[in-house]
Structures are given as C-alpha cells and as structure tokens.
C-alpha cells in the first residue's frame, strides 16, 4: 500500500487545491486509487476474439458499364495521332482499346477494321453502353469508332488539335455517317431477358353425363274394342 508521502507527492503532482487537514486524507486516497487504475493496461473491447478477413466483394460494375465509366473519365485528353495512354494523348482507336484493356481485360486490334471484325454486330436499338460504334468519316467503312456510353451519346477522340469528348449520335453528321455497332465484351451486367410465360394448359374438358334413361311409356289404351277383339 503506498505511503502517506508517496501520497502526499501525487497530490502536489495533481495540484490539489489547499484543503482542511480533515478531508485531505480521503482525497488522497481517491488520487492514489485514479493513478493506479490509470497505470493498468486497458482491456479491449473485444476481448481476445480474432478476426477473419472477409471475403473479396466482387465488383459489380465489371463488364459493360464499367468501359463507359473508364471512357467518360478521359472525356478532355488531346487527341494525338497514334497515341494510346492518357499521357501521350489518343486516337480514336488507340482510346477505344485503352479503355476496353483497362475495364474489361480484353485485348483489341489496333485499327478500326481490325476492330469492325471483333465480337456481335448489333441492331441500333440493341446498343448498351460500354458497345462500340462506328462511323465512314473518310469515305470507307469504320473509319471512325467510338465508345457508346448511354442516351444517344458516345466517347471518342475527334482529329487533331481536338480532346476526347462527349458527342450525341443524333446530330445530322454522326447520324449521316453510322455503319454499326458490335459488342466485344460479354454484357455482365445486362439484365436477363424476362422468362417467357409457359402457355396456359387448356382445361379438361368436363365429363359428359351419359344420356337420360328415358322411361318406358305405356302401351295406348285401345279405344276401338272391335279391332282389338277382331286382332285375337
């Protein structure tokens, strides 16, 4: 049990205030009791559980909407001729595979008819975001392509002196000049298309009663006696 000096000393650390010589020993005391549970290893909240790491969350944005995501992201880097990373600019198709690489993990050709040759073609109302679109801007097919990100609008690096950017497929240029679209990642996300009802089973028919048993109806009554005697 600590002294009454030792206690006398952790009073003056804690600077307690002058008090009479009657309450100066329980308070004392009660210092010596904060400063010894204060010295105590704290306990967990815890206790000694261990914790097991969780499982990896798997990313549900992976597949198609993750390409228009990675695109819209590099909406303002300059266009540069043969350029394929965001520090050395882009072109078209140099921007196109960048994206599809870095979101989906799927390597692409190198030029736009090399590109026009990959995945599914697709009908204009099929396209989905994260599909790619082409366009004859020079006279040849697919001479153009862009990232298609959702509402009519998709992602490319125009020409030079340009930036990638945000365009709407619905102006009379790109309209005029649509050759397609093909989809060249598998569409993860894409909603499954609703079961189709199974036809409705025709009811049984119902069972048809057996006819009514008619009954027998009695003989007539022979009104002409002569007849009747003269058929004996």
């Known amino acids: 049990m600590p002294s009454r ?11 307690l205030p002058a008090v ?8 004392l005391c009660a210092a010596a009791l904060l400063l010894a549970a204060c010295a105590g290893t704290p306990t967990s909240r815890h206790g000694n559980l261990s914790r097991t790491p969780g499982k990896p969350m798997n990313d549900p944005s ?25 520090d050395s600019g882009f072109d ?14 799927v390597s692409l050709p190198r030029t736009t008819e090399a590109m026009g040759t990959r995945g599914s073609a697709l009908d204009r109302s099929e ?29 490319h690096a125009p020409s030079s002196g340009g ?16 050759n397609g679209a093909r989809r060249v990642v598998a569409a993860i996300n894409q909603p499954l298309p609703a ?26 009554v022979d009104d002409d006696p002569i007849a009747a005697f003269a058929n004996q």
Not at 5 to 15: P, T
Not at 195 to 220: D, L, Q
């Open 5 to 15: 000096r030792s206690l006398a000393l952790c009073a003056i650390r804690l600077r």
């Open 20 to 27: 009479p010589a009657a309450a100066r020993l329980p308070l």
């Open 62 to 86: 992976a597949g198609l909407e993750e390409i228009s995501i990675q695109a819209m992201s590099l909406v303002g880097t300059p266009y540069r001729y043969g350029g394929n990373t965001p």
């Open 92 to 105: 078209c198709s140099g921007l196109v595979r960048y994206v599809v690489a870095r979101a989906a993990n």
């Open 127 to 155: 396209v989905a975001s994260g599909d790619l679109v082409f366009f004859n801007t020079t006279g040849r097919a697919n001479s153009h392509v862009g990232i298609y990100v959702g509402q009519n609008r998709f992602v």
């Open 163 to 178: 930036t990638v950017r945000l365009e709407d497929m619905g102006k009379s240029y790109w309209a005029s000049r649509y």
């Open 195 to 220: 079961p189709t009802p199974a036809p409705a089973a025709n009811p049984a028919p119902a069972p048809v009663p057996p006819p009514a048993v008619r009954p027998e109806s009695a003989p007539p």
